[in-house]
């Protein structure tokens, strides 16, 4: 069943500065889900797939600070004081443990939430991971962003182009240089709990499935990687239905067979689960 819970603005003090959250209407749901933003935008986009499943996760979004409507830190945050702000922001919500899901560079905020905060995490789901070797030095991946944006819906540029703007070029450069070089695989390797990957079979920012398949021999047996066809990127704006889909199945331990009760929507295959490489 897919839902369509709507979310509410809103506002906490989060270490005396005001963050700008969205969440779903009812906190009352045990399990907890915080979808991370990537690199300069705002959460906006996270919350096509986020509604969705509102009406069965208490649902949060946030704005880091720096980033949307939050107001911006004295200096760039890092990816680990990113992440310690995740923590800082649950407190202020009364939230001890929640499962966590990143996009592109919120993938890198959620691995160093789980190497730094491991007892408040219950389960990890990185939608596009992005960095690391496949995008140094810094201006491939600079092309490969341009490669992306094309490969995107037209309006996602609404929701993106504001918000870089937002956020200014300096910070962008600081911030986009620690995402390429911040180990994210590594910590990932270390995690011991339940982990999805969604990758997108367009993603210009992640390496060929060759790779993927070298890297899931790596994995611990807990995490299990799926492919959505067509999807670039930005899978949580260009394709909610398939990733909400996904997401229940995940938090479910059923099998992921994707959205089976959604025509129209794109394939989704299961390239590896539970220490086994599929295709």
């Given at each position: ?27 009352d ?7 991370l933003h ?30 949307g409507?939050?107001?911006?830190p ?26 966590l ?35 140094r ?39 986009f ?10 910590h ?7 982990t ?8 210009p ?30 899978i ?18 059923r ?5 089976v ?19």
């Amino acid at each position: 069943m897919t839902g369509s819970g709507d979310l509410l603005d809103s506002w906490a003090i989060v270490r005396n500065q005001p963050m700008f959250y969205r969440r779903s209407q009812s906190m009352d749901a045990v399990r907890v889900l915080v979808h991370l933003h990537g690199f300069a935008i705002s959460g906006s986009y996270m919350v096509p797939t986020a509604r969705l499943l509102a009406d069965e996760f208490t649902t949060l979004v946030p704005d880091l600070p720096g980033f949307g409507k939050s107001l911006d830190p004295d200096h760039v945050l890092t990816i680990d004081e990113l992440a310690d702000s995740v923590a800082a922001f649950l407190d202020t919500v009364d939230v001890d443990r929640a499962s966590l899901v990143g996009n592109s560079l919120g993938c890198a905020i959620l691995a160093s939430f789980a190497h730094r905060h491991p007892d408040r995490l219950d389960r990890v789901v990185m939608v596009s991971p992005a960095g690391g070797l496949h995008s140094r030095p810094l201006p491939r991946a600079i092309g490969q962003l341009l490669l992306d944006a094309p490969r995107e819906p037209v309006s996602m540029a609404t929701v993106a182009v504001p918000d870089y703007l937002r956020f200014g070029v300096v910070p962008a450069l600081k911030l986009f240089h620690a995402m390429t070089r911040f180990p994210a695989v590594d910590h990932v390797l270390e995690l011991d709990v339940s982990t999805l990957a969604v990758l997108g079979s367009r993603d210009p920012l992640l390496p060929p499935v060759s790779r993927v398949r070298e890297m899931a021999e790596l994995v611990h047996d807990g995490v299990r990687i799926v492919v959505i066809k067509d999807a670039a990127h930005a899978i949580n704006f260009s394709h909610p239905r398939e990733l909400s889909s996904v997401i229940r199945q995940f938090m479910d331990d059923r099998p992921i067979v994707g959205a089976v009760d959604e025509p129209g929507t794109a394939a989704v295959a299961e390239l590896y689960t539970a220490g086994k490489v599929r295709g």
